[in-house]
């Protein structure tokens, strides 16, 4: 207990340096919880949002999967609609939606036009509470899908200048390869500020249905269970009905780009911590080597005195922890305070850099936001006591191998 | 048109017929031009309508179109679906290089042009662009004569094309064209890689009442569409309809 008492006393000791050191540590804290929770928001935000729209889990023709790139309307899943309605039976909690989604040309005059849309067709459910549409609704209303009502994404609504009211044709083709014309009324526009949502034309799965030419059938079934973070127990237990026994049956997790992007997260967490600790490290290093070698002759005395050489050790860790724990409460504080406005506001960078991206199935939005947990706050704290650990232990070294006699005749 | 090279066989036979029936006996060795001038030649025919069938096959299902053409003359086109319910009243009109469809589920006529036009019309191994493209094979094409070879057990002389710019859709194409009667029955189309791409075989000659042959099926693979083809059987043909000039127009498109 004396020991923490001789840190806390050189920690008043200079004044000068205690601040000094403890502003490398508030820095590294905050810059660590500001940039982990820039990260978290943004994946985290990508998974949401992305999982809103590709389900949970998905039941799937293992044929399509092989040539999902293609997206063969031909590998359907038959009778959709019923392995939904067994899913949903037997799987607790669960939620099932049979879905097709393929790409169409937007016809804007007589000529089978340049803009092209990914179109979706599902039931009215899906489109309130897994879209979550209505709530996107920036134009119009919600349409009434059996009268061939659509909505449409607010990207394509301006680059096939349509508008609420307007008649729409789409080109898209059937199972078989031909030409497949649908016609709509727009009944609403929606907006999400990503290009899932945003380069889309929403319509009824009969309609879809029909345009493909697969009766009941769907590309995919999407399932939704209680947590996001569940998917692969629900994959579980989806893949132990006898209607899903020649399909497969993926987890959100395991399909790409997600099932990459879900250790990455970590990893650039671990990799943002471990750079801060380094850099922090170095110049709280710095500065208890200095102590250090001002203390000197203080350190002989005590090394005379009985002070053995693991305590010696303890004394300067000891007052590195105390710098950390106050650098680190102050730095939590700063990080929390310079996150507050990407928490909240978030910052956009631009739909055009996204309109040049190939963002696949990730619902990627142009304004991004940051997330801050406690658990980051923590992790934040505890990188800032790593930072002080780590850079004080050579220089204690250093102090407890000095010898007394050699401190008292003024060198070591 | 779907139906061009069916006329265009049609037509060689008719010329065949009436300039050398001794085509058979004593094959004598035609330059390449003289057998291109003969399908250009040929192709322009006074006026025609057909009643066909088409089945579309693929490792998955076979379906079954049943449809009415027009035609006058090479450039101008049309065809009518009458089955499936689904494709019924869909209409297709070419003119030149030019194609339009009528789309009755949108009521709404649609020019086919760019990436559209290699799709398979209604999803069959003929692409609209083999309908529109021009048979003016002269020009695109440099022509070699091979020789002779036997193909359904009878005597065809082989043609070698090979495109003279990179633009044309296929960059050689090799012919069998029947001695006695110079329809093409056999065709080999390749890619610019040298893929062969898709074949083209007419059959069930027929001579017609009027003296020439008439090839009343004809069959195309799309090679690299595994396990499918195309069969195009005319079920009824008759030449020299009178058919009024609003036919081949956007309004007849239209209105049917």
């Known amino acids: 207990m004396w020991i923490f008492k001789l840190a806390l006393r050189n920690v008043r000791r200079n004044g000068r340096r205690t601040a000094l050191t403890a502003a490398t540590v508030i820095i590294g804290v905050a810059l660590f919880t500001v940039a982990s929770a820039f990260l978290v928001g943004v994946f985290e935000n990508i998974y949401a949002d992305s999982t809103a729209l590709i389900g949970h889990v998905r039941v799937v023709d293992p044929d399509f999967l092989e040539r999902e790139q293609l ?101 898209g083709q059937t199972q078989d390869g031909a030409i497949s014309p649908v016609g709509g009324t727009i009944a609403g526009i929606v907006y999400a500020g990503n ?24 590309l995919e079934v999407l399932i939704y269970g209680d947590d996001v973070d569940n998917a692969e127990a629900l994959a ?177 | 048109m779907l139906t061009r090279r069916l006329f265009l066989a049609a037509t060689v036979a008719l010329a065949t017929l009436v300039s050398s029936p001794a085509w058979a006996d004593e094959p004598e060795l035609p330059t390449v031009d003289s057998l291109l001038n ?20 693929s490792p998955r299902r076979t379906r079954e179109y049943s449809m009415t053409t027009f035609g006058r003359g090479a450039d101008e086109s049309t065809i009518e679906y009458l089955s499936p319910a689904r494709e019924r009243g869909t209409r297709y009109l ?33 692409s609209y662009e083999d309908m529109t493209s021009t048979t003016e094979w002269q020009d695109a094409y440099d022509g070699v004569l091979v020789g002779q070879e036997v193909w359904d057990e009878r005597p065809h002389w082989r043609v070698e094309l090979t495109a003279k710019t990179s633009d044309i859709t296929y960059a050689k194409r090799v012919i069998l064209v029947d001695v006695e009667t110079l329809i093409p029955s056999h065709q080999e189309l390749y890619a610019l890689s040298g893929l062969m791409v898709k074949t083209w075989d007419m059959s069930d000659v027929r001579p017609l009442e009027d003296g020439r042959h008439y090839p009343f099926r004809m069959r195309i693979e799309d090679k690299l569409k595994e396990g499918s083809y195309t069969e195009i059987v005319t079920t009824e043909l008759v030449l020299g309809v009178e058919l009024e000039e609003e036919v081949f127009s956007l309004r007849w498109l239209e209105r049917g």
Do not use: C
């Open chain 1, 71 to 171: 997206n063969p309307l031909y590998e359907y899943v038959p009778d959709a609609q019923a392995i939904a309605d067994d899913i949903e039976q037997n799987v607790p909690g669960s939620h099932a939606y049979p879905i097709i989604k393929s790409g169409m040309a937007v016809s804007v005059d007589d000529t089978i036009g340049d803009v092209f849309a990914i179109t979706t067709g599902s039931t009215d459910a899906w489109m309130r509470d897994r879209g979550t549409l209505e709530d996107k609704l920036v134009a119009g209303g919600w349409p009434d899908w059996d009268a061939g009502e659509m909505l449409v994404g607010q990207r394509i609504a301006q680059m096939a200048g349509l508008e609420v009211g307007s008649q729409i044709v789409l080109f």
């Open chain 1, 195 to 218: 290009p899932m949502v945003d380069k889309q034309v929403f319509m009824s799965l009969a309609t879809m249905q029909y345009a493909a030419d697969i009766d009941d059938g769907a």
């Open chain 1, 236 to 412: 579980d237990q989806i893949s132990g009905l006898a209607s899903v026994t020649d399909l497969v049956v993926e987890p959100w997790t395991q399909r790409s780009p997600f099932d990459s992007m879900v250790g990455i997260t970590a990893a650039m967490q671990a990799v943002i911590g471990l750079i801060l600790v380094f850099i922090t490290a170095l110049a709280i290093w710095n500065t208890m080597t200095m102590s250090v070698l001002e203390r000197t002759s203080e350190i002989g005395v005590m090394r005379a005195m009985g002070l053995g050489r693991a305590q010696a050790v303890l004394m300067f860790v000891a007052e590195a922890v105390v710098i950390a724990v106050i650098g680190g409460v102050i730095g939590m504080a700063l990080g929390s305070l310079l996150s507050w406005p990407l928490v909240h506001w978030g910052y956009n960078i631009g739909s055009d850099v996204l309109d040049d991206m190939d963002v696949g199935e990730m619902a990627m939005s142009a304004q991004l936001y940051a997330k801050l947990t406690p658990d980051m706050l923590f992790k934040g704290f505890f990188v800032g006591l790593t930072m002080a650990i780590a850079g004080s232990f050579i220089p204690s070294l250093r102090a407890a191998s000095i010898r007394p006699v050699d401190a008292m005749k003024g060198g070591h």
């Open chain 2, 38 to 57: 003969a399908f250009e030649t040929n192709l322009n025919f006074e006026t025609r309508s057909a009643t066909m069938t088409m089945t579309v096959a």
């Open chain 2, 94 to 126: 070419r003119k030149g290089e030019e194609m339009w469809m009528y789309l009755p589920s949108v009521e709404r006529v649609q020019k086919i042009s760019g990436h559209m036009l290699r799709q398979g019309m209604a999803g069959s191994d003929v």
